[in-house]
Structure formats: structure tokens, C-alpha cells
């Protein structure tokens, strides 16, 4: 195994190895999902604002959960309807720890996933609430912004566009529209939560062998 000596933040000698490398390389995976679960990552990804990989990683590399996981569904069987195929970009290292967890307690990888994506629960509860504390937020902001203009509006009749104070406030209002125009986008690309149902993710038809 090839070995790199370098320094972690502490000073301290650590080893980067081929091995360990190799295991950030990103790989395919393919998995049938229900269309909950797969909603789920989505909807969390972009409220977090990361890449499904990253949050696909931080769940498949909890061995702890998995084996807990592993543990409920081992020896069973996941029924085909109502399941969609689906390609992640994930981690090798990530893969490995599926196929490996899934190996040893006869646990379908699929059921793997989907019981590991059930923990987000509490953060899209979380993030339902956020997502309506935001919409009321941006409604005022929009009222406020819509004054603001007409005081500007108003402030260009009466002194004239090239007054100091006039131009002050007009490049205060350019940047708040200018924020306002990044939140809308915002709440737009994250409206997905809004209309997302907890009782989604439990769709999934397991069987235990007797």
C-alpha cells in the first residue's frame, strides 16, 4: 500500500494512502427507490443547499445506523411495485460500506437506503417550518421593497435624480431588489418541501423470509 506522510492542522504526522484515496473516488450506483424517498433527497439537498452525493455519503457512511438498519430488515425482501430505478453519484468508500453491510446481514441494499433516508424525517419537519417562516418573511420584504420604491420614486421628482441623497437611496434599492430578486429564486428552487408528504417515504412493500 503506498503511503504519503503530511501534517493534519495540529502538526501531527498523518498517513494518506492509495487505498484511502481510491475510496473519495465518485462511482454510480443504481437502486430502486420509492418515489418518496428519492423526493426526500432531493427536497433535502437543495433546502441545505449541498450535493446529493455529499448528503447520500453522510448517510451511507453512518455504519452505526446501518447495521442498526441492517438489523430490521435483514432477511427480507422488497416488493417491486411502486419502485422507481434511480442513478446516484456516491463515494466508493460509501458503496463499499452498502454492499458490505447489505453481504453480511442479508439486507436488501435498496431497503438500506430507503430506511436511511427515513432519518431526514426531523430535518424536512424542520425545514417545512423554516419554508413558511421564509414565505412570510419574503412577503414582507416584497411590501417593503415595493415602498421603498415609490420613496425613491418620489424622492427623484422632488430633488431630481442626481442628487446625493436621491443616488444614495437608489443604490440602496438596487441592492435590496437585488437581494430580494436572490430570495425569490431562493424560495422557488426549494418550493418542492412545501407540498411534501412524511407518509411518502413509508411506501415501500418489505417481507421477512420465515
Do not use: W
Request: with cysteine; proline share 2%.
Amino acid at each position: 500500500m503506498t503511503q504519503k506522510k503530511t501534517l493534519d492542522k495540529n502538526g501531527s504526522f498523518t498517513f494518506i494512502t492509495s487505498s484511502g484515496l481510491r475510496g473519495r473516488q465518485s462511482v454510480r450506483a443504481t437502486f430502486k427507490l420509492s418515489s418518496g424517498c428519492i423526493e426526500a433527497i432531493s427536497i433535502v439537498a437543495a433546502q441545505l443547499g449541498i450535493k446529493q452525493k455529499s448528503l447520500f455519503d453522510h448517510l451511507a457512511q453512518d455504519s452505526d445506523s446501518l447495521n442498526a438498519i441492517a438489523k430490521e430488515v435483514q432477511n427480507a425482501r422488497v416488493g417491486a411495485e411502486n419502485r422507481v430505478q434511480k442513478t446516484y453519484v456516491i463515494s466508493r468508500r460509501s458503496l463499499s460500506l452498502l454492499d458490505e453491510i447489505s453481504r453480511a446481514f442479508n439486507a436488501p441494499r435498496d431497503a438500506l437506503v430507503e430506511f436511511s433516508v427515513r432519518r431526514l424525517l426531523p430535518v424536512i419537519d424542520t425545514e417545512q417550518k423554516k419554508y413558511e417562516m421564509r414565505k412570510a418573511a419574503f412577503s414582507g420584504i416584497q411590501q417593503h421593497l415595493n415602498k421603498g420604491t415609490q420613496l425613491l420614486e418620489k424622492m427623484i421628482a422632488q430633488l431630481g435624480a442626481d442628487d446625493p441623497v436621491t443616488a444614495r437611496m437608489a443604490t440602496a434599492m438596487e441592492t435590496y431588489a437585488g437581494a430580494a430578486k436572490a430570495i425569490a429564486v431562493f424560495l422557488e428552487r426549494t418550493q418542492g418541501i412545501e407540498d411534501f408528504d412524511p407518509e411518502d417515504l413509508n411506501q415501500m412493500d418489505v417481507r421477512f423470509e420465515r
